[in-house]
């Protein structure tokens, strides 16, 4: 299937790097596409490193091993970049899209090598700014839509206002938000 | 009409269980199957079913309390993992022999140790002799099939034995994919209601239920028993049938992949044999007359229908996601071998223990397997009958 889209996402337990995973399916979803929404997990210990990983396809994917040569890889935590080998495997065109204050010309010594496409994302200024708290996962999300291409930006943005209409019914005003957030994130990222 | 959806594993069978509406479900927590009671309890708490919901304090309870449900003529559920399934070994068997028909789903996962949530079949496969119909999925979608069709196979008058609907933990409880869910109406139809000949509070039939069997009775008990386990086969498959009819999703004891011209073939169960089948794909473009099979049904046995499908090819592998210790190879290995053992023509076989807690089986490995077949058919011998794949050295 070529048209395939596999990502991995690194954060750390607590963080929701499972539950963006499950936010981009629940996009891709209902952009009409085949999704695998899944977590690896290990020990499950608040801080510690998990991965998640997403299958986006126009068929059914009948592979249900984890991903080890992803199209694009999602960092919700750059203190990771120390002790996980984030970029490992992404195939050629792909790219790492990693939450950071900083430009990817200061990441990319820090990434062993890898001498693909880096995507930085500041998703806590985002998140502080539209939200007042930190929530990465928002911004994270539509960076990861931004540079994949795997949902149409558009069909994606009104997908979201629809699903965040429904989950917040009864809290309207977060609503603005979340939509700015993703729609800034989607403006903002670098790389 | 279908409804598109994207559920879990786990999500998708608590919404069977909740289209089926059962009287009883007792539940006790264990990881990865906890999911399952969890969304139960929501479906509870907002009035969408009007199911007797149990916690009581071990999964030994939750299955005597199923028990006690089903012996009054109630339809009753529950749900499990791994230890759990294991805690309730005695109160498994007797399930079997009071020939009480619940329905359990098992989210499968490594036994200890070491200790270990990840998915393997060492609970299920210990399970094997219990008297449980076992039937496995190979994703959220057959998950939610097969849950559909369970209670009308095991409340089936020629059958009345337990049944396990299995998925694998994790990979399938875990995993959210795309899937068909059918209508509210739609399932009730299909399910129907339970309505049991004999229970232990109809009053003008009043019955013993778990006697002692005296020597005297207890073989006629035990005979009785396997013959049901016989009779479930043709109601597996006319479930299916009707299933099939009703909602146009097929199902049978093992579905055959590019098995008519196979001349080396894998034999594997649950959410693996997708993987075997994608790597059949790849071979296939080369050339290579590469088949699957993957066991829906391992209880009863489909042993006379494999080895039919089995008997053409020149090299099988049977893959064992348990380990049995029995130094021989699994218990996959072991029925299937026995399956064939009459056969005129036969493949020569061996057994891949492999996926043990958790570990990945990728496409690469698949492919691994089947070009060991490859020699072993051109060569026209076993290089090794038993193995292990994917540890570390």
Known sequence: MNDMIEIRWHGRGGQGAKT?????????????????????????????????????????CSVHSNIYEPDYVAVVDETLLESVDVCSGIKEGGAV?????????????????????????????????????????TPMLAAVVAVSECVEREQFLADMEGSYRHKFAKKPQVVEGNLKCLREAMSEVQG | MSIRERLSGNEAIATAMRQVNPDVFAMFPITPSTEIPQYYAQYVADGRVDTEFITVESEHSSLSACLGAEAAGARAVTATSSAGLSYMNEVLYVAGSLRLPVVMAVACRALTGPININHDYSDSMAERDSGFIQIYAENNQEAYDNFLQAHRIAEHPDVRLPLMVCEDGFITSHAIENIELEEDDAVKAFVGEYHPEHYLLKKENPLAVGPYGVSGYYMEARVAQAQ?????????????????????????????????????AMLIMGSCAGTARAAVDELRSKGVKAGVIKLR???????????????HCKAVAVMDKSEGFSACGGP???????????????????????GLGGRDFTVTAAKSVFDRLVWIAENGVVDELYTHMGQRE
Do not use: H, W
């Open chain 2, 332 to 354: 996959l290995f072991a029925e299937t071998a026995g399956a064939l053992f009459n056969s005129k023509e036969r493949p020569l076989m061996i057994d891949v223990v492999f």
């Open chain 2, 228 to 264: 049901a386990m016989k009779n479930a086969k043709a109601v597996i498959l006319d479930v299916a049938a009707d299933f099939e009819k009703t909602f146009g999703r097929k199902y049978g004891f093992f579905e055959a992949y590019k098995m008519e011209d196979a001349e080396v």
């Open chain 2, 297 to 311: 049904v391992f209880r009863p046995f489909p042993g006379e229908e494999l080895a039919a499908v089995l008997s």
């Open chain 1, 20 to 60: 963006a995973s499950q936010l981009l399916a629940d996009a891709a979803f209902m952009a009409g596409k085949y999704v695998q929404s899944f977590p690896e997990y290990g020990p499950e210990r608040s801080g510690a490193p998990i991965t998640a990983y997403n299958r986006i396809s126009a068929e059914r």
């Open chain 1, 97 to 137: 899209i990693i939450n950071s204050s900083k430009s990817p010309e200061e990441l990319r010594p820090q990434l062993r090598g890898y001498t693909g496409r880096v995507c930085t994302i500041d998703a806590r200024e985002i998140s502080l700014r539209n939200l007042g708290a930190y929530f990465p996962n």
